[in-house]
């Protein structure tokens, strides 16, 4: 299968592409440089910008696939007005100009990145794929980001990946997990009560490889473990594999003074679970928080 790629050279996009190459899958990357880091051996590279229509675009019509992963982090800073449109734009845009090349006889399958985002803030609700988007500002965003597929949807199957907390060795959101926890600071945050829906950065990778190889798969599916955790079961679970005191409480006021609105992506309670996934019958590794994380900082460990 040749698999056009956008977003590779993030932490997911990197992870899926070394799985693909290594069972032999062509890899087509659009990156924005010309010489990106951290792609497999034989990687086709192709420069581009894809919110912006190009040359590029050419190629995206010679694949069997594409798995559109394009977006600005969004905790890369303060949600200025400015980051909000980037934040918006870059998936957006990106995404139409992807479902436009799709939608007019390109690859026959498009998965394409979205996020737990989309649901907003839960409480103490178990979320599954048939909630609607919340109405918030990642949960509009979302759900634009998702519409945005249509003019794919008439002619490919397309796959709507939500993700939640994606723990890998290699950056996201484990190194600043940890980094309070090796400087004896680790904690929940306030009574850490609120839910976070985490996935192992190789059950991510699963469920990628599954939207595109299972032709079952169809509209959204979440990417998360089947066991979302309370913050302070995480601060706990992190406490034990680390050897540190979990003990020090981050008050939630001081995470929105130092965040602003960003916050809220901190602070949302969300208990997503995979109900999609599991029906198809996809197998978790790593479905338990705890022997997955001893199994990243380990990994971490021997580099």
């Known amino acids: 299968m040749r698999v056009f790629l956008t977003g590779a050279t993030g932490l997911i996009g990197r992870a899926l592409a070394a799985s693909l190459a290594a069972d032999g899958h062509e890899v087509v990357a659009l990156s924005r440089g010309a010489a990106p880091q951290g792609l497999p051996a034989g990687t086709m590279v192709v420069t581009g910008d894809p919110s912006v229509a190009g040359p590029w675009q050419e190629e995206l019509a ?92 008439r002619r490919a199957r397309v796959v709507l990946v939500r993700t939640g907390i994606v723990l890998s060795p290699d950056g996201g959101a484990l190194p600043k997990l940890v980094l309070p926890f090796k400087m004896l600071a680790g904690g929940p945050i306030g009574d850490g009560g609120f839910w976070q829906s985490w996935i192992h950065v190789a059950d991510q990778v699963g469920i990628l490889r599954l939207a595109l190889e299972e032709p079952l798969a169809q509209g959204p599916l979440n990417a998360t473990a089947p066991d979302p955790v309370r913050n302070r079961d995480l601060a706990r679970a992190l406490g034990r594999v680390l050897r540190r005191p979990s003990l020090l409480v981050a008050p939630a006021f001081a995470v929105r003074a130092v965040l602003g609105e960003m916050a809220e992506v901190v602070l949302a309670s969300q208990r997503v679970v995979p109900t999609r996934a599991l029906a198809l019958g996809y197998r978790f590794r790593w479905p338990s928080l705890e022997p997955a994380l001893r199994d990243l900082l380990l990994q971490e460990s021997r580099r």
């Open 62 to 153: 010679r694949c069997d696939a594409c798995v559109n992963l394009a977006g600005e982090p969004v905790a890369g800073g303060r949600w200025t007005d400015e980051r909000r449109k980037r934040i918006r734009d870059s998936r957006v845009l990106s995404t139409r100009n992807v479902a436009a090349v799709v939608g007019a006889g390109g690859p026959g399958v498009l998965v394409n990145g979205s996020a737990i985002g989309y649901y907003g803030p839960r409480g103490d609700e178990v979320i599954d794929e048939t909630f609607p988007a919340g109405n918030d500002f990642l949960g509009h965003v979302a759900l634009e980001w998702e519409e945005a597929t249509r003019a794919a949807s």
